[in-house]
């Protein structure tokens, strides 16, 4: 999915790029109402927000939401995205120039939003509409997405190849990137076992908040086990 969305992008002519699955819905006015929240902010990247439907039953056309009603700017992006993977990726609107400045999506991944947000996250902020603009395809266990294991390790190796490509991450980021991934392994280990069982997990866990010199390269890496080994 990330190298075919970012094959897309090289692919485009115009200036800006609208993300879409290719199982999603874009509202009619999605696209217009999301440029108008990134020129009046100056962020790099828009995003509205989207309803979900039962992938048996496709609707025929999509509800428009097409009255403005302003934007919220999101201050600090990459602590909100580091807190939760926020988008799909037919909710968001980006210059294409930004797009391949933050170096596109990871192809090392599949939660290809999640890999574009925090790169893009260190060149601007984001724009928030209350919009509905996608209508997200739900209930399909052939999809990707659709394995909360598979999900949580995609995020967890886009955090560790993010804090890896950027050595020089405010410390506080780097804090922030190894809590959120020993939470997931922690609560992964715990609820559905993991191995060497959840104790270590709890451990680096703990140790994540404390004001101790780690390697959080390496405390990443070592979280991504619990998803990954049987």
């Not at 070592?222 to 049987?230: N, W």
């Amino acid at each position: 999915a990330s190298a075919a969305m970012n094959r897309a992008a090289e692919e485009a002519r115009l200036s800006h790029l609208k993300l879409v699955d290719s199982d999603d819905l874009l509202a009619p006015s999605a696209t217009r109402l999301l440029l108008r929240a990134l020129a009046e902010s100056k962020a790099v990247l828009a995003v509205g927000q989207a309803l979900p439907y039962d992938y048996r039953a496709i609707p025929t056309t999509a509800a428009d939401d097409p009255d403005w009603r302003g934007n919220r700017v999101i201050a600090d992006p990459l602590a909100a995205t580091l807190h939760t993977s926020r988008y799909n990726p037919s909710v968001m609107l980006l210059r294409r120039d930004d797009y391949f400045s933050a170096g596109g999506c990871d192809p090392a991944v599949t939660c290809q939003e999640y890999s574009l947000s925090l790169p893009l996250a260190l060149r601007g902020g984001f724009v928030e509409i209350p919009n509905v603009v996608a209508h997200v395809a739900r209930g399909d266990s052939n999809r990707l997405s659709a394995s909360s294991k598979r999900e949580l390790a995609n995020i967890t190796r886009a955090t560790l190849n993010f804090v890896r490509r950027h050595p020089d991450l405010p410390l506080r980021y780097r804090r922030m990137a190894l809590k959120r991934a020993t939470g997931r392994a922690r609560l992964w280990a715990q609820r559905h076992g993991a191995p060497g069982g959840p104790w270590p997990y709890v451990w680096r866990y703990a140790l994540a908040y404390m004001p101790f010199p780690t390697d959080h390269v390496r405390r990443i890496e070592e979280s991504l086990r619990a998803f990954e080994e049987e």
